[in-house]
């Protein structure tokens, strides 16, 4: 049962438009929610966060939004550029008494055309 | 990265034999992690350890086993019990509280034949 789901296998976007990535999930628990970034070959680039009391959280070109009540995050990027092209994971978490981990998605594909 | 060494980048290995994967940190992390990634499979745990010499079984242990010696270190074996060993296996770290991200090292791709 995928608890953390990524419907867009990809994404096409022109440079300088806004990206929007999607992430759905299941488990209620759910109170920390991430964006990771990654490129072929290497490891995942924390990008971006949010907790569940906060319905939006912004850094420079990319901004993050909660929907608790529809169980749906997603992540903005404006304008999107080149460089932008990448894996985009979704990450959840629950609160626990001491490990901490992460439930991923399956990744989305974004490609940023020049 | 930025603290994070994992090595070999690339590995391969014959069927039926034992492969050991490295991962060294040196942000004083408490807690470090083993992900495996196959394509449109996103990331899965393996093991996960938050402490020197414990460590917790993640969501595809099986065929797998870790050990946590000294808090820099937590080495990963591919054993030959491992049904689909072929992978992208990504280390982490984290400082075991709340509401921090976990990072992450480069990866090693391991093929088995």
């Known amino acids: 049962d995928q608890q953390v789901k990524q419907n867009s296998p990809s994404l096409s976007v022109q440079e300088g438009r806004i990206s929007i990535l999607n992430c759905d999930y299941t488990?209620?628990?759910?109170?920390?929610f991430l964006w990771y970034k990654k490129y072929p070959a290497e490891g995942p680039t924390f990008l971006i966060s949010?907790?569940?009391?906060?319905d939006k959280n912004e850094d420079g070109r990319f901004t993050v939004f909660l929907n608790k009540s529809a169980k749906h995050l997603s992540l903005h990027i404006v304008p999107s550029q080149p460089g932008d092209s990448a894996v985009y994971f979704c990450?959840?978490?629950?609160?626990?008494?001491?490990?901490?981990?992460?439930?991923f998605g399956k990744g989305t594909k974004l490609s940023v055309i020049p | 990265d930025g603290g994070i060494t994992q090595s070999p980048k690339y590995l391969f290995r014959k069927e039926g034999q034992n492969v050991t994967l490295s991962c060294e940190q040196n942000?004083?992390?408490?807690?470090m992690y083993w992900y495996r990634q196959d394509p449109g499979q996103g990331l899965r745990l393996i093991y996960y350890?938050?402490?020197?010499?414990?460590?917790q079984k993640g969501d595809i242990a099986e065929g797998y086993s870790v050990s946590r010696e000294k808090k820099e270190s937590f080495p990963l074996t591919v054993t030959s019990a491992q049904k689909n060993p072929t992978a992208f296996y990504l280390c982490?770290?984290?400082?075991?509280?709340?509401?921090?991200?976990?990072?992450f090292g480069n990866g090693t791709r391991l093929t088995v034949t």
């Open positions: 990450a959840a978490s629950v609160p626990g008494a001491g490990s901490y981990q992460l439930t």
């Open positions: 488990n209620s628990m759910f109170d920390y």
């Open positions: 949010i907790s569940s009391i906060k």
């Open positions: 942000l004083n992390h408490d807690a």
């Open positions: 350890s938050q402490i020197v010499n414990d460590f």
């Open positions: 982490a770290t984290g400082p075991d509280q709340y509401n921090s991200p976990l990072h």
